[in-house]
């Protein structure tokens, strides 16, 4: 006859309490590190002083974006400013709001292409104090700010108070206008500071 041993069989997975607590703790705290990396990010990655010349002191590259926001019935202005900008070899992403939703519309644009990567931004204003927040998220990126016709207002939310980086002054002819404005962004894409006008 053969003998049986009767021994308990081995268990190869047996975890003690502790190392299962151990291991899910440290599991927890990747989860935790990890979700910091996480969510939704802001317009201005790098904030600047709007009160710079551009987001960096050497100007901007030449085929970069130009935002242009402009109130309904200015399309002829739209359309001279993106021929002029597109013939100076800047990438123009012209943008007219529409008259039932003039400030909201202008809003929405103005963060828009903050966020596409807009170098510069030309904005004449439907209604100058709604564009408050938006223009200094725009100087918060590094946008450069012109405004076209009337003054844009500070935000006076801790800002260095500057509305708009530069203005070109209104004019019947929108083709001045645009020869103007378009001469301002060559300047400010050299890092040079437009004539004083300006």
């Known amino acids: 006859m053969r003998s049986v041993s009767l021994t308990r069989p081995r268990r190869p997975?047996?975890?003690?309490?502790?190392?299962?607590?151990?291991?899910?703790?440290v599991a927890a705290c990747t989860v935790l590190a990890l979700a910091g990396c996480q969510g939704p990010t802001t317009a201005a990655p790098t904030p600047v002083r709007s009160s710079d010349l551009t987001s960096s002191?050497?100007?901007?590259?030449?085929?970069a974006v130009v935002g242009v926001v402009l109130p309904a019935g200015r399309e002829a202005l739209g359309t001279d400013l993106d021929r002029r900008l597109s013939d100076a070899g800047f990438r123009p992403d012209v943008r007219v709001a529409p008259a039932d939703d003039g400030p909201g519309a202008q809003q929405r644009a103005v963060t828009e292409l903050v966020r596409g990567g807009a170098k510069a931004l030309l904005v004449e204003p439907v209604d100058a104090s709604a564009l408050t927040g938006v223009v200094q998220a725009a100087h918060d990126a590094g946008v450069v700010v012109v405004s076209l016709g009337q003054a844009l207002p500070a935000s006076g939310t801790g800002g260095d108070g500057v509305s708009a980086d530069h203005r070109v002054p209104a004019d019947e002819d929108p083709d001045v206008v645009a020869r103007t404005a378009t001469d301002v962004v060559r300047t400010l894409q050299r890092g040079q500071r437009p004539a004083s006008g300006d």
């Open 57 to 63: 002191d050497g100007g901007f590259d030449q085929h």
């Open 13 to 25: 997975w047996r975890v003690s309490v502790a190392a299962r607590a151990a291991v899910v703790a």
